[in-house]
T-cell receptor, first 118, second 112 residues
Framework: GAVVSQHPSWVICKSGTSVKIECRSL??????MFWYRQFPKQSLMLMAT?????????EQGVEKDKFLINHASLTLSTLTVTSAHPEDSSFYIC??????????????FGSGTRLTVV | KQEVTQIPAALSVPEGENLVLNCSFT??????LQWFRQDPGKGLTSLLL?????REQTSGRLNASLDKSSGRSTLYIAASQPGDSATYLC???????????FGTGTQLKVEL
C-alpha cells in the first residue's frame, strides 16, 4: 500500500529560527502533496498544495513567505516554517496520493510533526 | 462549497457494542469518500475508501456505506474494543478532486 513518511515527528525551536519538515512518498510517485495544520481538538486545515517542479498553491490566509514549500522531486516535499513564533506552534501533517490513481487509492497521510516554538 | 458534517461529535460506549458513525456532505458530485482514524498526537490512518459507484466497503469489523444521492455515509464498527478509541474523520475530494474536505470528526471512546 501507499506509504508516506514525515520527519521529524516533533521539534522544539527557538523563536525567530526556521524549521524544515520533510514529507516523502516511499513506494509511489506523487506530483502533488498537501500540507495541513491541525489545532488541538480541531479538524485538519489545508494550508497549501505542493506541486512538483512548480510553485505551491496556498490557501487563503496562509502566508507564503512564512510557510515555504518546495517540491523538488516526485517523492519529496518540504515545508519550512520561517522566523517561527510561538503562534506557529501546531501539528503539521502532509498527505500524498499516487500519481495517476487517486480515485482508486485515495490519500495517504504522514504521521505528523508537532512543532513547539519557545 | 462542500461542507461535511459528522454526528455525533463524541461517543462513549461499553466494549462489545456495535456502533454507527454518520457523515453527511452537501455536494453529491464526489467520486469517492474516505474514512480515517486519528489517534491523539498522530497522523491519519486510512480505514476505508469507498468509490461513488459502490454502496459498501468492508474491512474486518468495519463497514462503510455510501448514499451519494442523499449525501450520506456511515461507518459501522462491530463488536467495539478499547483499541478502537480514536477520532474518526470522513473526507471527500473537492476542488476538482485535488483536495480533501474533512468532516468535523467523531471522538470515540470504548470503555472496558
Amino acid at each position: 500500500g501507499a506509504v508516506v513518511s514525515q520527519h521529524p515527528s516533533w521539534v522544539i525551536c527557538k523563536s525567530g529560527t526556521s524549521v524544515k519538515i520533510e514529507c516523502r512518498s516511499l513506494d509511489f510517485q506523487a506530483t502533488t502533496m498537501f500540507w495541513y495544520r491541525q489545532f488541538p481538538k480541531q479538524s485538519l486545515m489545508l494550508m497549501a498544495t505542493s506541486n512538483e517542479g512548480s510553485k505551491a498553491t496556498y490557501e487563503q490566509g496562509v502566508e507564503k513567505d512564512k510557510f515555504l514549500i518546495n517540491h523538488a522531486s516526485l517523492t519529496l516535499s518540504t515545508l519550512t516554517v520561517t522566523s517561527a513564533h510561538p503562534e506557529d506552534s501546531s501539528f503539521y501533517i502532509c498527505s500524498a496520493t499516487p500519481l495517476r490513481d487517486r480515485v482508486n487509492y485515495g490519500y495517504t497521510f504522514g504521521s505528523g510533526t508537532r512543532l513547539t516554538v519557545v | 462549497k462542500q461542507e461535511v458534517t459528522q454526528i455525533p461529535a463524541a461517543l462513549s460506549v461499553p466494549e462489545g457494542e456495535n456502533l454507527v458513525l454518520n457523515c453527511s456532505f452537501t455536494d453529491s458530485a464526489i467520486y469517492n469518500l474516505q474514512w480515517f482514524r486519528q489517534d491523539p498526537g498522530k497522523g491519519l490512518t486510512s480505514l476505508l475508501l469507498i468509490q461513488s459507484s459502490q454502496r459498501e466497503q468492508t474491512s474486518g469489523r468495519l463497514n462503510a456505506s455510501l448514499d451519494k444521492s442523499s449525501g450520506r455515509s456511515t461507518l459501522y464498527i462491530a463488536a467495539s474494543q478499547p483499541g478502537d478509541s480514536a477520532t474518526y474523520l470522513c473526507a471527500v475530494p473537492t476542488g476538482g478532486g485535488n483536495k480533501l474536505t474533512f468532516g468535523t470528526g467523531t471522538q470515540l471512546k470504548v470503555e472496558l
